[in-house]
């Protein structure tokens, strides 16, 4: 991988000093600070210095495919181009939202054939 130069210790400085992370333990944040991890490749990650690591857990559970998927990032850059994004409230839908309900209700085990899309609400 050709990792571009990243100022790793002004980011850690910006990051510490102005990003509230999730889940941190801040008795020693303000003096360790967060590794940046600035590249992806595969089923790995890179930080600014270039230094390789096995993302286990694929990005928090949302980059099963692994990361620089040409197929995937094709197929996101053809959707956006049409439309990136639309709101389903009410009676309205979209040909991705529609498509995705019925194959994840195919797949899905017994009588299970509704899908009601959601996202996690921040703690």
């Not at 008795?27 to 590794?35: D, N, P, Q, T, Y």
């Not at 181009?81 to 639309?86: E, N, S």
């Not at 991705?96 to 959601?118: D, E, F, R, S, W």
């Amino acid at each position: 991988m050709n990792t571009p130069t990243y100022n790793t210790e002004e980011l850690w400085r910006m990051d510490r000093d102005h990003y509230i992370h999730p889940w941190t333990d801040f008795s020693v944040f303000k003096e360790k600070g967060s590794l940046v991890i600035a590249e992806a490749e595969g089923a790995y990650v890179f930080d600014s210095d270039g230094k390789r690591y096995l993302d286990g857990i694929g990005g928090l559970w949302c980059v099963n495919i692994g990361y620089g998927n040409e197929e995937m990032a094709e197929a996101i850059a053809d959707q956006a181009r049409r439309m990136p994004y639309y709101s389903t409230f009410t009676h309205v839908t979209t040909p991705p939202a529609a498509k995705l309900a019925a194959k994840l209700a195919q797949l899905a085990p017994g009588t299970l054939n509704h899908v009601m899309y959601g996202a996690r609400a921040a703690r």
